[in-house]
């Protein structure tokens, strides 16, 4: 594994860093109220961009699929989100910022729908409300908010794969239309799964097992993976990941109690390796395995 490491730039805290699609560019968010882009190519990187138009310290960004250009999300404790479009010559312009009443709150997470559903931001909110943003087939956007969501504060979301568990690698025909679903996490020590049907947005699960603030949830990739997977991460210091049965329901496993509050969970690109980050500063993978114990394959 090769391990690169440089100067970001930033004139204070980094809180986010992202890849894009293809791995070639990094962007950076900070407590500098900037969001910086760079080229990485092996170990070397070159800054190209700093974007500014937060008012306060920006928390995560989230690039788009690259089917709609070089798309970039940004979301901030100034209640914003603020998307980003690169014109010609790396030149950065803002395509839409959302309005002052959509949020009442810092804006903790943001994550882009998978490219199947079209163009559409999904952003989890400390006012405990979730609100997606899509780009219409006009040239507008649109905003709407999940009916409910965390009665304290809503603090990650992550959408699922748009095919069902396991279809890339089945002989059987997928079910039609791609699957719109997602889920968020809460200051109300509750994982919540959310689908789209005919009557819109409805909360389907509500996922216990943590007794703390959840501070991140991912939704595996269905590459490979016989059924639908949650890893989540709590303040409690606890990660659980959760598993749909057949029938309806979540199983809960424990992969481990890190005994300090844990920030992010992400899941590689085939969904069998799980990465963790630790109030330790330590970050760790871990894989399940054929027994159903999860294991630590780093040190």
């Not at 040239?139 to 095919?163: D, F, N, Q, R, Y």
């Not at 996922?207 to 269905?222: E, I, K, Q, T, Y």
Request: charged share 20%.
């Amino acid at each position: 594994m090769t391990l690169a490491n440089f100067e970001s730039g930033h004139q204070d805290m980094v809180h986010d860093a992202q890849l894009d699609y293809y791995g070639r560019r990094l962007a950076t968010c900070s407590s500098d109220r900037t969001v910086k882009v760079f080229d990485i190519v092996g170990d070397h990187h070159t800054h190209l961009a700093d974007l500014r138009g937060h008012e306060g310290p920006v928390w995560q960004v989230s690039w788009g699929h690259p089917k709609f250009g070089s798309i970039l999300a940004s979301c901030s404790f100034d209640h914003r989100v603020i998307v980003w479009k690169e014109a010609q010559g790396n030149q950065w312009q803002q395509a839409y910022i959302t309005p002052g009443n959509l949020h009442t709150a810092s804006v903790n997470s943001i994550c882009w729908a998978p490219y199947e559903l079209g163009l559409i931001l999904a952003c989890a909110s400390s006012d405990g409300t979730v609100s997606l943003i899509e780009y219409k087939a006009d040239g507008t956007w649109e905003t709407t908010k999940l009916p409910g969501g965390h009665s304290v504060g809503c603090t990650a979301v992550s959408w699922a794969p748009s095919t069902a568990p396991g279809a890339l690698v089945s002989s059987k025909q997928p079910a039609a239309g791609p699957v719109k679903r997602l889920v968020t996490s809460g200051c109300d020590n509750l994982i919540k799964v959310w689908r789209y049907g005919e009557l819109g947005w409805t909360e389907e699960e509500a996922l216990s097992g943590h007794n703390d603030w959840v501070r991140d949830v991912a939704w595996a990739p269905s590459l490979g993976l016989p059924k639908n997977t949650i890893a989540s991460a709590g303040q409690d210091g606890q990660v659980f990941v959760f598993s749909e049965r057949a029938g309806g329901g979540w199983d809960r496993k424990l992969v481990h109690d890190f005994k300090v509050p844990v920030w992010r969970v992400s899941w590689s690109t085939t969904g069998s390796i799980l990465a963790v980050s630790d109030g330790n500063n330590a970050v760790t993978l871990w894989k399940e395995s054929t027994d159903g114990v999860w294991q630590q394959i780093t040190q």
